[in-house]
């Protein structure tokens, strides 16, 4: 199955380059601003650190806070590294092509979501099928 998949994506035609570039400025504009969402909820987090927080429900929110910026500071991290991915199937000519089919990535997805690894039908299967890896365990 996966030579068959490899002989696919070879008959895949790539994407020319005025579209890579159009997608490599878009790709680079989010890198640029999830880094500096990142670098601003670290130092939220860090700020919040010692604030001469008194009594306990005012320590409590404080570390409510601090969590809600460390969380959002790795959601935005991940974004960078999802973005860092998509960078690199640029150079090695794979950006735009499905990884779970090898089928072409419609550009419409691309500009929705430009760190796209799968293609509409792909996506949805396994959105599909990672509600069933873990069952609820009531």
Do not use: W
């Not at 670290?42 to 919040?48: I, L, M, R, V």
Request: glycine residues 6%.
């Amino acid at each position: 199955m996966r030579v068959r998949r490899l002989m696919e994506m070879e008959k895949v035609v790539r994407m020319d380059q005025e579209k890579l570039n159009h997608f490599r400025s878009i790709l680079l504009n989010e890198l640029k601003r999830h880094t500096q969402n990142v670098a601003d909820e670290q130092a939220t987090a860090q700020d919040g650190a010692d604030d001469g927080v008194k009594d306990s429900v005012d320590m409590s929110l404080a570390d409510v806070n601090k969590e809600i910026a460390f969380r959002l500071g790795e959601r935005e991290s991940k974004m960078v590294a999802e973005i860092d991915q998509a960078l690199l199937r640029m150079d090695e000519g794979t950006y735009g092509v499905c990884e779970r089919c090898g089928k072409q990535i419609d550009e419409r997805r691309l500009e929705a979501v430009p760190t796209a690894r799968y293609d509409a039908v792909c996506q949805a299967i396994i959105e599909k099928n990672e509600g069933f890896e873990d069952p609820p365990t009531l």
